[in-house]
């Protein structure tokens, strides 16, 4: 039996958690080789490059978001391509899964590194990919 955690906030008590654990019921297996993998369509793709944030920092793969952005006509078919070729593999390209980590400051001593937060900036590409899905 787990006691009564109380915090304090905006002077008033609020109750985070009481009693036991609740169990979380284990994930249910799927059939991955029948599932059918989504069609990722050329003009998906392309409006997710023209409405790329061009403020936004590249990713592993260097590819900065306004290049991208504008070159959205050339880019979009190609980039569709490998994205369906990729889900119908099961296997994703290697910059994909590359991503630079960068810890950002949230508050206290900054000596305690349990006062930073893991800020991961991934391939746009990619992320474009995940979006259109």
Known sequence: MIQSFKKSSNKKDAILFEGQ?????EPQSRDWKNEVPPIIRE????????NLNITLVHGPDEMHPKVLRKSAEVVAKPLSIVSEKSWQS?????????????????KGNKEDPGNYLPFSLTSVAGNI?????
Do not use: A, Y
């Not at 003009?43 to 023209?50: A, E, I, T, Y």
């Not at 099961?90 to 949230?106: H, L």
């Open 129 to 133: 990919t995940e979006q259109t899905c």
């Open 43 to 50: 003009d998906h793709v392309r409006d997710g490059l023209m």
């Open 90 to 106: 099961g296997r994703v390209p290697s910059d994909w899964r590359k991503g630079n980590i960068t810890p950002i400051f949230k």
């Open 21 to 25: 654990i609740p169990q979380v019921p």
